[in-house]
Every structure is written in C-alpha cells, then in structure tokens.
C-alpha cells in the first residue's frame, strides 16, 4: 500500500531526520498521490505502526494523509486527509527509507511505501493552509508573510526546529539546507491556480540561504525588512556570502575566506549574530581572530548577542550602531525616520507582531 502524507507530517519528518539518524528521505518517480487501498480506513489498517508511534498518532497529533481527489477523502479518527491532485516540480514526493538496509528502521514500513512531500511542495501546502487562515482574519498579511518567511529560512538553512515542539523546542545546527531560495523561486515561478502560491512567492523572495540559527533568521528581517513588515528598513544587504577578496587582500588575514552572516557593501561594515555557542571552547578565539579580519579589511563588525535583540527595546538600542554608520555616509536622516517609527503605534505594532513571530519563546 502506498501512502502519501501531507504538508504537515512531511514537515516533521523532514524535521525529524536531523533527529533520528535511521530514517532518510530519497527521490522517487511518484508524480500523483493514490487513494488509499482500504476500506474502511482505520489507524491499525494502515499497517505502519512504527511510523504512528513515532509520529505520536494518536496520543499527541494525527496522521495526515493526500488523496488525489475529493471522492477518496478518508473520515477516520486520528487521520487528517487534503487533497492535491496534481503537484508541481519534477519530484514532488520524497520516498521515505532506512539509512542502512541491512537494519532497517521500526519508521519505515515493511509492506508499505510512504511518500513524503517535497520541501518545495511543502512550502506551497503550507502557504495555502496559512492564506486560509489570512482570509478568514486569524492572521494579517504581515504575519501571514512573516510566518511563511520563516519557513523558507528554515528550510533554505542550516538548523531545524524540534519536529514535535517547532515554537519552543531545541533546535539542531549544522545540517544542510534542503531548499536554495533560487530553486524555490524557480519551483513556484510557472503560472498555477493554487491558493497561496502568491504569499509562498512573497515569502521566498524574502529569504535568505544558509542562515545559521532562527536568532540569525530573526536579524535580518528585523535590520532590513520594510517598515511593512516590522523591520527597520535600514539599508540593502547581501546574506552568508564570502567577501570577495583580492589576493592581497585574502593574504593579509587569518582567514582563507570569510562570510558574515549579514554584509552591507555600501557601508563597509558586516553584522554578525553571536549566540550561545560563539562562548564554548574555542570560539571566542576564532571569533577574535574574524574580528582582527574584518577590521584589517576595513570592515567595520557589529556583533548582536542574545541580550541585543531579547526585547524590543535592546534591539532598537543595538540597532542603532548601525544607523550611526549609516548617517556618517549618507547624512542626517535615518535617526529622525527612525524616531518617527518609534513613535507610530502601527509601526511598534507590527514590530511586536515580527518579534511573536520569529520569537514566540518570549510570549
């Protein structure tokens, strides 16, 4: 039996792979989901009990499953069913797989194949579940926007939320993005009818590659975004690409390359985010070093730590370093508009909503 899951439980399992080393997600030939083979259909008839118990079916959450037309849509407890009939890209679902043949994972089943959405396809499901609630008022367009902008960074990057606790759980670094906001913006480029496919646009032209932690993935909007959106608007960036260097340049420094989180070449200056992690074993050493870098390359650095941006206020304060840099070129200006901002409750407004949504721990 063949069993195709949603947007929803193909996010976990994406998640869950930096988690749980046993299971793999590998490209298949499947274009279109199958209607389920069985009725009536019940938890214990679809014959994946490792892959329930591990998803938590139905204790904490329910299965969620994709028919591919409204007459196959299964009503059974603890399934949730949508339909896609027919999903974009070349590869629109994932086959998931054990990692090693030879012991295979209690997730993956023996007598069935479970397919897994693509990340792309899961952008786009998810942007159509979040414009719903977007029309129904449940959210504003900025925080419609700004969640599904999350999600790209996520995906696009290096990290991965907690597959069961995404808003509050631990989060795993140092994995390899799934997505690049090219392919992206490329996947959901041909014209379609699907509802959410312009906010799941917005959204990837927002985002970045290979942001490094949600502290990082929170920055950038914050610093850069339009005052639309909650950020400050401050000044053009380029995101996690080495600096180019001359030779010269490039022999003068400790570093073979060297990529800031956040570069502003019309200011000469970078911004670096500096978690937790930066204060463990050598870091601080590699961090000084990078820093010697940067001002040898006559790169000015601001580096925001987790104090920096913990409230609305500490980051406004952190912030304007940056405008100081700015005005010294450009003029006096940036800190007027930015006291104007302050002083707009729509804008503190839509601050606040950027901060829930990148940073929801701190409700």
Partial sequence: MDIYLDDITSLLLTRAIALNQSIQLVRSDAQTPTALCIRPVTLNRLQVPGLLSFLRVPEDRRIGIVVPCARDRVRSQGIRCSVASHP?????????????????????????????????NIVLAMAQRVRRHEITGTYTSQQAILLMTKLCLELCGTYRHDPFEPLTGSVTYGLPPVLTTQSLLDFLQPHGTEQGLTLARTAASLAYDLSGSPQESFLGPALFYSNSLGGLELCSFVANKPLDLSPTERASIGHRTITPDFSLPDYDSVVEYLGSVHNEGKNPEIDHVRSLDYSTLGKREFGFWYDDVKTQNAFITSAMRIVAVIEQKDGAGVKRRIARLLRNPSFIKKQADLFAVFRPWLR
């Fill in 88 to 120: 974009r890209g070349d590869t629109p679902f994932l086959l998931l797989d054990s990692v090693d043949k030879d012991h295979p994972s209690s997730i993956v089943p023996c007598d069935s194949r479970v397919y897994v959405q693509s990340p792309a």
